[in-house]
C-alpha cells in the first residue's frame, strides 16, 4: 500500500509533466498526481482526441490544479502525428 502522505509531501504543490499523458497509464498518473498533491500537471500528448479528453476530465475533477495542455510528440526527432 502506497504512503499517500509522504507522496503528497513529496509533491506539495510541484509541477509535473506527464508524457503520453492520455494513454491509460498516463492518464491514470494524471489522476493521482491531481489527486494527491500536484499544483500544475502539463500534459504531453501526440493524439489531439485523447489530450482533449483527459484535459477535460482534469479540468472538471480537479479545479484547483492547473493543467496546461501540449500537443506535440516526446520522441526524438519523430514527426508529430
Known sequence: ????????????GRTVMVTGAGGSIGSEL????ARHGA???????????LLLTIEGE??????DVEIEAVLACAGAGAPAA
Open 1 to 12: 500500500m502506497p504512503d499517500w502522505n509522504l507522496i503528497r509531501g513529496w509533491l506539495g
Open 30 to 33: 494524471c489522476r493521482q498526481c
Open 39 to 49: 499544483g500544475r500537471i502539463i500534459l504531453l500528448e501526440i493524439s489531439e482526441l
Open 58 to 63: 482534469l479540468r472538471r475533477s480537479f479545479p
